[in-house]
């Protein structure tokens, strides 16, 4: 039962007119009209403040707050036009309107009954009106009746969309509540589920609900034309000035003569964008005026401005403050590689890196070539590295391949110790499967990254090796509101025992076991920790959201590197976090306590590192 009441501004007007000629008069019969008519406003604005109107709804609470928001006379409460006449006028539609609201949940036959009460004390009047109402039965589906006209009746029996499924996926079933959103959704996804899959055209040509409100029982009909089935054409590009237009062909996924799919149509787009080369993309087929069987696909686009220079500071839980300049050129040679130079110096680490992307080729493969220059100082261990590289990826982002050659050359201080210098000529292959239901804020399903790195020839490595590694995360809703996330790492370094120390595993920090420092994990020398041929790292955590975008998180972490198996002794770290689903994708701050040492420690994590 809620109460609500205003307190109205009522306005009057009044004029004085009458024609006199003498200038003096005139002037003090101006201000004594000024001064009834500032008089009469005051008192009409007195007598007004004196007047005060409620309501009072009694209701069950699963119509409460609909009449609550969308009735016409609570929306007027607080109008300061508010007066008798208005108040009454709104009194005699309200009942019409709560049916007009509850029959848009499905209730028809409503008992409603209207008090008014009017009191006055002194100089105050309050009127005071309530509603008692009785929703009824809710009216339930009794009958569906879903027709189908244009082509799909002819379609084979193995063509998809078929009217069998459509007609399957219906959400309003028999016997189910009635309610004027689900019917109008209901309607939608029937549609869309034509457009979205070679019926771009598809339109409802009548639809009825026929209430029975006696019975309290609904009849549902929808006639729905499919119109043709379209397939795709050939390419419309727009927008492009200074790159060729061959780097929108290459990446294109669809085949002319392929059915019509919108989702086929997103993912062109969504590659588009994910390329580098433009602020928008819009990809859309234009079937209006087509022939069916060669539907245009219209890609507009707008170009991102080639030569671009960011400067950046930051800070990371691992490595400590952070300085970055960058400077990218997008049509290198004006051929359209993309040329990005990154200098990022931090606390425990420093970098160079140059990298030179290619555009997608016509087979769908996308080269690049790098040459990094980097220091890192960790636990008593300074390694500088030099090294260059070529590598070659395919595929969608659900399954993408990489293979690849590089170039190193190493130098390693270790505190205490001799340093020693290391070379490796190596050649690598790699899979990244991607299977979640959303790219940045994933909530169901897995990802999986396998890398394996070799040094196969004596005379180009200061000894043969093999790396391997593996990743695996996982995403499951255990309640609408309550997330589980579990990951799983391994690796093995085998073969020579003075591998480059890149090539080598260490353990801990903000995307390894929490509540250890960064690389802190790994075998001992000395008062250094250096990394080991052995890797397993793993966590189990638990998001609670508490609302549509912020959570809180408990978790476990586990792992450690070592150079035997027998070594290999897990470590633990657990803790607290909050979450944030961002643009960006999830932001993440967790306290972590280190079991092994006792300490807390503060990570911080940024979208999904993979």
């Given at each position: 039962?809620?109460?609500?009441?205003?307190?109205?501004?009522?306005?009057?007007?009044?004029?004085?007119?009458?024609?006199?000629?003498?200038?003096?008069?005139?002037?003090?019969?101006?201000?004594?009209?000024?001064?009834?008519?500032?008089?009469?406003?005051?008192?009409?604005?007195?007598?007004?403040?004196?007047?005060?109107?409620?309501?009072?709804?009694?209701?069950?609470?699963?119509?409460?707050?609909?009449?609550?928001?969308?009735?016409?006379?609570?929306?007027?409460?607080?109008?300061?036009?508010?007066?008798?006449?208005?108040?009454?006028?709104?009194?005699?539609?309200?009942?019409?309107?709560?049916?007009?609201?509850?029959?848009?949940?499905?209730?028809?036959?409503?008992?409603?009954?209207?008090?008014?009460?009017?009191?006055?004390?002194?100089?105050?009047?309050?009127?005071?009106?309530?509603?008692?109402?009785?929703?009824?039965?809710?009216?339930?589906?009794?009958?569906?009746?879903?027709?189908?006209?244009?082509?799909?009746?002819?379609?084979?029996?193995?063509?998809?969309?078929?009217?069998?499924?459509?007609?399957?996926?219906?959400?309003?079933?028999?016997?189910?509540?009635?309610?004027?959103?689900?019917?109008?959704?209901?309607?939608?996804?029937?549609?869309?589920?034509?457009?979205?899959?070679?019926?771009?055209?598809?339109?409802?040509?009548?639809?009825?609900?026929?209430?029975?409100?006696?019975?309290?029982?609904?009849?549902?009909?929808?006639?729905?034309?499919?119109?043709?089935?379209?397939?795709?054409?050939?390419?419309?590009?727009?927008?492009?000035?200074?790159?060729?237009?061959?780097?929108?062909?290459?990446?294109?996924?669809?085949?002319?003569?392929?059915?019509?799919?919108?989702?086929?149509?997103?993912?062109?787009?969504?590659?588009?964008?994910?390329?580098?080369?433009?602020?928008?993309?819009?990809?859309?087929?234009?079937?209006?005026?087509?022939?069916?069987?060669?539907?245009?696909?219209?890609?507009?686009?707008?170009?991102?401005?080639?030569?671009?220079?960011?400067?950046?500071?930051?800070?990371?839980?691992?490595?400590?403050?952070?300085?970055?300049?960058?400077?990218?050129?997008?049509?290198?040679?004006?051929?359209?590689?993309?040329?990005?130079?990154?200098?990022?110096?931090?606390?425990?680490?420093?970098?160079?890196?140059?990298?030179?992307?290619?555009?997608?080729?016509?087979?769908?493969?996308?080269?690049?070539?790098?040459?990094?220059?980097?220091?890192?100082?960790?636990?008593?261990?300074?390694?500088?590295?030099?090294?260059?590289?070529?590598?070659?990826?395919?595929?969608?982002?659900?399954?993408?391949?990489?293979?690849?050659?590089?170039?190193?050359?190493?130098?390693?201080?270790?505190?205490?110790?001799?340093?020693?210098?290391?070379?490796?000529?190596?050649?690598?292959?790699?899979?990244?499967?991607?299977?979640?239901?959303?790219?940045?804020?994933?909530?169901?399903?897995?990802?999986?990254?396998?890398?394996?790195?070799?040094?196969?020839?004596?005379?180009?490595?200061?000894?043969?090796?093999?790396?391997s590694y593996a990743k695996t995360q996982a995403y499951y809703p255990l309640t609408r509101s309550t997330q589980l996330i579990t990951r799983l790492e391994g690796g093995?370094?085998?073969?020579?025992?003075?591998?480059?120390?890149?090539?080598?595993?260490?353990?801990?920090?903000?995307?390894?076991?929490?509540?250890?420092?960064?690389?802190?994990?790994?075998?001992?020398?000395?008062?250094?920790?250096?990394?080991?041929?052995?890797?397993?790292?793993?966590?189990?955590?638990?998001?609670?959201?508490?609302?549509?975008?912020?959570?809180?998180?408990?978790?476990?972490?586990?792992?450690?590197?070592?150079?035997?198996?027998?070594?290999?002794?897990?470590?633990?770290?657990?803790?607290?976090?909050?979450?944030?689903?961002?643009?960006?994708?999830?932001?993440?701050?967790?306290?972590?306590?280190?079991?092994?040492?006792?300490?807390?420690?503060?990570?911080?994590?940024?979208?999904?590192?993979?």
């Amino acid at each position: 039962m809620r109460n609500r009441s205003s307190l109205p501004t009522m306005m009057a007007h009044a004029a004085i007119h009458h024609p006199i000629k003498a200038p003096g008069l005139r002037r003090i019969l101006y201000c004594i009209q000024a001064w009834l008519l500032f008089s009469l406003l005051a008192w009409s604005s007195q007598a007004s403040a004196d007047t005060r109107y409620s309501v009072n709804i009694d209701a069950p609470s699963s119509v409460e707050d609909l009449l609550e928001k969308h009735m016409d006379i609570m929306r007027w409460l607080n109008n300061p036009r508010m007066n008798n006449a208005e108040w009454h006028r709104l009194l005699q539609a309200a009942p019409r309107n709560i049916e007009d609201l509850l029959a848009t949940e499905g209730y028809f036959s409503p008992s409603i009954e209207q008090s008014l009460e009017t009191s006055t004390e002194g100089n105050s009047t309050r009127n005071r009106a309530k509603f008692t109402v009785n929703p009824g039965d809710p009216v339930t589906i009794q009958e569906v009746d879903i027709r189908f006209t244009g082509e799909i009746t002819s379609q084979g029996s193995d063509e998809q969309p078929s009217t069998s499924e459509l007609i399957e996926s219906w959400t309003l079933k028999q016997d189910s509540r009635f309610s004027q959103d689900a019917w109008t959704s209901a309607k939608r996804k029937l549609l869309s589920g034509l457009m979205l899959r070679r019926y771009p055209n598809a339109r409802i040509t009548n639809s009825k609900a026929e209430i029975d409100a006696t019975n309290n029982k609904a009849k549902l009909v929808v006639e729905i034309d499919s119109g043709a089935p379209f397939r795709f054409g050939g390419l419309e590009v727009n927008g492009l000035q200074r790159y060729p237009r061959s780097l929108v062909e290459n990446i294109n996924p669809i085949k002319p003569g392929e059915p019509y799919s919108q989702a086929r149509l997103l993912f062109f787009q969504s590659e588009l964008q994910a390329s580098g080369y433009f602020s928008n993309v819009e990809v859309t087929s234009r079937t209006d005026d087509a022939d069916p069987e060669a539907a245009p696909i219209v890609v507009n686009v707008t170009e991102l401005q080639s030569v671009q220079i960011g400067i950046g500071v930051g800070a990371s839980t691992n490595t400590g403050a952070r300085t970055t300049l960058t400077y990218q050129d997008l049509n290198l040679f004006d051929r359209g590689w993309r040329f990005t130079n990154t200098l990022k110096i931090e606390q425990k680490a420093q970098s160079l890196n140059s990298l030179i992307r290619l555009p997608t080729d016509q087979n769908g493969y996308r080269d690049s070539f790098n040459a990094d220059l980097n220091r890192l100082d960790i636990e008593g261990q300074t390694t500088s590295t030099l090294g260059t590289g070529v590598k070659r990826s395919w595929g969608p982002r659900s399954f993408e391949q990489t293979v690849g050659a590089a170039y190193l050359l190493e130098h390693v201080a270790i505190d205490g110790s001799e340093s020693q210098n290391n070379y490796a000529a190596t050649i690598s292959y790699g899979i990244t499967l991607r299977r979640i239901d959303n790219e940045l804020n994933p909530t169901r399903g897995y990802l999986f990254n396998a890398l394996f790195t070799s040094a196969p020839l004596d005379v180009m490595a200061t000894g043969k090796f093999l790396q391997s590694y593996a990743k695996t995360q996982a995403y499951y809703p255990l309640t609408r509101s309550t997330q589980l996330i579990t990951r799983l790492e391994g690796g093995i370094v085998s073969g020579a025992d003075n591998a480059p120390a890149t090539y080598l595993f260490r353990a801990g920090g903000d995307q390894s076991v929490r509540g250890y420092a960064y690389q802190s994990l790994g075998v001992a020398d000395g008062d250094a920790v250096i990394g080991g041929r052995y890797l397993v790292t793993g966590s189990i955590e638990v998001i609670q959201w508490l609302t549509s975008s912020w959570g809180a998180a408990v978790f476990v972490d586990f792992g450690n590197a070592a150079n035997t198996t027998r070594d290999l002794k897990p470590v633990y770290g657990y803790g607290l976090g909050a979450r944030f689903k961002s643009p960006a994708g999830p932001i993440g701050v967790d306290i972590a306590r280190g079991q092994e040492t006792g300490e807390y420690r503060l990570h911080f994590n940024l979208g999904v590192v993979f």
